[in-house]
């Protein structure tokens, strides 16, 4: 008998295990080909059968060779658990099961660090799933008609004058404006976040942007997309739709040779730009495409060769927030006459509260929004480190922000957008209508808009294979196969239909509480029954 | 529900009138208080009308507390009606032991409108944190010209503690804003009921306000005025001082304010920007639930409007002598029988009604 080497590699010491009936088996293939991550392989076993033709027991023992499906023992082609072996199997004859007793972990680490995608397996915590919308009106108010009533669904972007700075003189009984005062757009509170092209594929993107366009032009609804860092399309940019799209800028700035080139071409400003200074994910950490998603149109849409692109940690040249303030968001400004509100996103920290003060006093008045981005967030490749052991929730954070602004009377004046884990349960209204009602003026959300496209990776260890060029659904891949794997036009409507339902939610929750327009700091209507969250963010605590 | 009412009348009216116009309302109401804001005073009052007339509820001790602050910031005692009251038994009232209504002259001339009105202010703020440290009483208004009743219990009965139904002379003004019913939602505390006053400004609120917390949290940076928040009713108040005192707008961005114009239509219209930067800068004023305000400003004029979605009545009817404004048509009828019914104004929910000092009635869709 052969001896065991321990340091062998086993399916035993994989995240998943291959349950495979060969019983059930037709050996059509379809499985294997599927499987993106090559973590099953066809195999020949040997097998021992003994069967009886006689009418009298008269047992005949053979030996033969059978074709089997095998999974791999590899930590380079480890399974994922995506599942697409199972969804194309005809006769139910395989599927992958978790293994509790994986190994891989720790086993993984022989060429670095491990990176993936996805978004934090480790902090799934979910403090908003135990706040409730407990200020019901009844009797004294009445509750509206989610129905019947209309409801004035918008949120700001864009730098918002305290009243008194407002430069308005009063002749003959009306209001004149006598000096332009910064750009503000009011949108839905829902942002398509940002993710880029090279993180998407190229046809995933486009879904989500179909998808954005259609609900403005046939559903009413502004619905505002973040770029990603990465550019866009040229067509696009010379189109009226880029008035449906936010731009981003992020510490690699790729994209924005070509969006520089275009702007003499635009035929309308966009939504705004947003700075990016960091991401819930991986905070402190930039940007990653690693080179196997940087096909031919990723480097020419970017204007790089093929290579792992790594965005820096931070925006070289800016020291210090005043310095990015005066620097970035002045030229950003200025680059679209100062007719395009200019936000900025950042990774939730226990320093957000600072960084909102510093933008909310600056003298300059330009900054547009403050994207406060949690641990929660996904993405499309980090180290595992970063996904798991660095960043900071979102809700309390959103809410720290919104009393600092209160203490100074400044609420409202530059929107906060809360992100990172808003629809982590497939629930975005409620998770909006609670991060609004604790001071958000809407929230951004992307893992979920991908997850409707047909992404099914989740924040148990499934798939999160994001940075390897392999998405089994064709969405996080520039590879043309794996691509045609999506239905840009069925994702696309998928996306819609959330989103109209998402809307009729957010109605049903406005309507109970008797408002008719969106509930911004509205920390009465919650209730939570956790008596620390309670204490925390400052609402009533129920049991 | 509260009911509210208001009158505005060329001729002086009692106190009586007022009651006469709630009375017939009140299955809506649970006859808990009564409050009242009385302006462009006659009778005792009718020689000081450019002086600030104080207007508290206190103990011996409150009173006395009242008139050593007074006497230290040169203030003057001009006249005063100390009502005699009638202690009838069973009467339902919750009597302070002394209500003193007193006409100040001020320290000295001061020419700066503005100055004379934080002076004002600022001493009946200092006035109330002295009676609410030491819990011996509440002052409501110091203002030329305004005078405020408050009292627990039922206001027939407290109507006859005070022997308002005498008509004897002594209390009667040109304007009265009024309401019969104590704050329910909350404690029941004698600042709770409206109406409310400011610096000239009195407002009555019918309904619930359901953005109170996004209110309060912006209003107490606004103004050091802008205080108590016992009623959600106040933000009513406290937001039409600043609209029209503080930021100086006329009275229809009052109501673009307080009940905003949807997006939608807000696109449709010329003065969209205007619009727009108000519902941006000033979007933790809006008020959302069912409402119906009336208020009286400083010029004498009144104002009804009601919620963006019509949830709370109001109607204004009058001759050419009365006007009134209340929540129900049976407390118009009981004072103004004889009227035009068919002039009758119900102001739907985008409409502002404006009473000037002629009585003329003007209304303008928001």
């Known amino acids: 008998m052969e001896a065991v080497k321990v340091q062998d590699i086993a399916v035993n010491d994989l995240p998943w295990k291959i349950e495979y009936n060969s019983e059930r088996c037709t050996m059509c293939g379809s499985c294997v080909a599927s499987c993106t991550f090559k973590a099953i392989k066809v195999d020949v076993q040997r097998k021992s059968v003994t069967f009886s033709e006689e009418n009298q027991p008269a047992p005949v023992h053979h030996q033969c060779a059978i074709p089997v499906i095998k999974q791999v023992a590899s930590i380079e082609n480890f399974c994922r658990g995506c599942g697409m072996c199972e969804k194309v199997c005809p006769n139910n004859a395989i599927r992958a099961v978790r293994n509790p007793d994986s190994r891989k972990t720790l086993l993984a680490r022989d060429n670095g660090p491990i990176k993936r995608g996805g978004r934090t397996n480790l902090n799934s915590q979910r403090t908003l799933d135990k706040i409730i919308v407990g200020r019901i009106s009844q009797m004294t108010d009445p509750s509206l008609d989610s129905v019947r009533h209309t409801f004035d669904i918008r949120s700001p972007l864009g730098r918002v004058l305290s009243p008194k700075e407002l430069p308005f003189k009063m002749v003959d009984g009306e209001l004149i404006s006598m000096k332009k005062t910064p750009p503000v757009r009011w949108i839905y509170p829902l942002i398509f976040s940002d993710m880029s092209i090279g993180a998407l594929s190229t046809r995933a993107w486009e879904a989500v942007a179909m998808a954005a366009a259609y609900l403005n032009e046939r559903c009413g609804l502004p619905v505002r997309m973040s770029s990603g860092e990465g550019g866009m399309p040229v067509k696009l940019m010379e189109s009226d739709y880029l008035k449906y799209f936010i731009i981003q800028i992020a510490s690699g700035h790729f994209g924005w040779n070509r969006i520089i080139k275009a702007m003499p071409k635009m035929k309308t400003d966009p939504a705004g730009v947003l700075i990016k200074i960091g991401q819930g994910a991986k905070p402190g950490d930039g940007g990653l495409l690693q080179a196997e998603k940087v096909a031919p149109h990723v480097q020419a849409i970017r204007g790089v060769p093929k290579a792992t692109l790594a965005s820096p940690p931070n925006h070289q040249g800016l020291y210090s927030i005043e310095e990015s303030v005066q620097k970035m968001h002045l030229s950003l400004n200025a680059a679209f006459g100062f007719r395009v509100p200019v936000a900025i996103k950042c990774a939730a920290s226990s320093t957000s509260v600072s960084v909102y003060n510093n933008l909310l006093r600056d003298p300059y008045k330009i900054c547009g929004g403050f994207f406060i981005d949690g641990i929660q967030g996904g993405t499309g490749a980090a180290n595992e480190i970063s996904l798991d052991h660095t960043g900071h929730p979102v809700v309390s954070k959103i809410r720290d922000c919104y009393n600092a602004a209160v203490e100074q009377g400044a609420q409202g004046q530059i929107p906060l957008y809360g992100g990172g884990g808003i629809g982590m349960t497939g629930n975005a209204a409620a998770d909006a209508f609670k991060m609004i009602c604790l001071g958000a003026n809407g929230v951004f959300c992307g893992k979920i808009l991908i997850q409707l496209l047909g992404c099914i990776g989740n924040e148990q260890g499934r798939c999160n294979a994001c940075n390897t060029g392999k998405c089994p659904t064709g969405i996080c891949t520039q590879n043309p196969r794996l691509v045609k794997r999506l239905d840009v036009d069925r994702g696309a409507q998928k996306i819609v239909d959330y989103v109209l339902a998402f809307d009729a939610e957010l109605r049903k929750l406005m309507a109970p509480i008797g408002n008719s327009s969106l509930p911004v700091g509205r920390s009465d209507a919650l209730v939570s029954t956790d008596k620390a969250i309670a204490d925390k963010l400052g609402i009533q605590y129920v049991c | ?366």
């Open chain 2, 1 to 366: 529900m509260c009911r509210i009412g208001a009158i505005k009348s060329k001729k002086p009216v009692y106190p009586s009138t007022a009651l006469r116009l709630m009375l017939p309302q009140q299955e809506g109401h649970d006859n808990s208080g009564f409050a009242m804001v009385m302006q462009d005073l006659f009778g005792v009052f009718a020689l000081y009308k450019d002086k600030p007339l104080l207007s508290m509820a206190c103990t011996k001790q409150g009173a006395r507390l009242v008139e050593d602050y007074m006497a230290a910031q040169n203030f003057i005692k001009m006249a005063e009606w100390l009502p005699v009251p009638n202690k009838k038994p069973n009467l339902d009232i919750q009597a302070m032991p002394y209500y003193i209504f007193r006409n100040y002259d001020y320290p000295e001339h001061i020419e700066d409108i503005e100055k004379r009105e934080a002076l004002l202010l600022d001493t009946r703020l200092e006035l109330r944190k002295i009676l609410t440290e030491s819990k011996q009483g509440y002052v409501y208004s110091f203002w030329p010209d305004v005078l405020t009743l408050k009292e627990i219990g039922d206001p027939r009965d407290i109507a006859t503690y005070f022997r308002l139904w005498d008509d004897n002379g002594v209390l009667m003004s040109k304007n009265i804003i009024v309401q019969c019913r104590q704050n329910t939602n909350y404690k029941i505390v004698r600042y709770a009921a409206h109406p409310f006053f400011l610096q000239g400004y009195t407002l009555c609120a019918n309904g619930e306000n359901t953005f109170y917390t996004k209110n309060k949290e912006f209003q107490k940076n606004l103004h050091r005025g802008y205080i108590g928040f016992e009623s959600d009713s106040q933000n009513f108040l406290y937001t039409l001082h600043y609209v029209l005192h503080e930021l100086k707008w006329s009275i229809p961005y009052y109501k673009h304010v307080i009940t905003p114009l949807p997006f939608a239509e807000i696109a449709q219209r010329a003065d969209k920007d205007i619009l727009l930067s108000i519902r941006q800068s000033l979007a933790h004023l809006e008020i959302n639930g069912p409402n119906t305000i009336i208020a009286g400003l400083p010029d004498g004029r009144m104002m009804t409007c009601c919620d963006s979605k019509k949830l709370r009545p109001v109607v204004v009817g009058g001759d050419d002598t009365t006007v009134a404004i209340s929540s129900e048509v049976c407390g118009i009828n009981e004072i103004l029988p004889d009227r035009n019914m068919e002039r009758d104004i119900y102001p739907n929910e985008r409409e502002v009604v404006v009473i000037d000092n002629d009585l003329k009635v003007i209304r303008w869709k928001q």
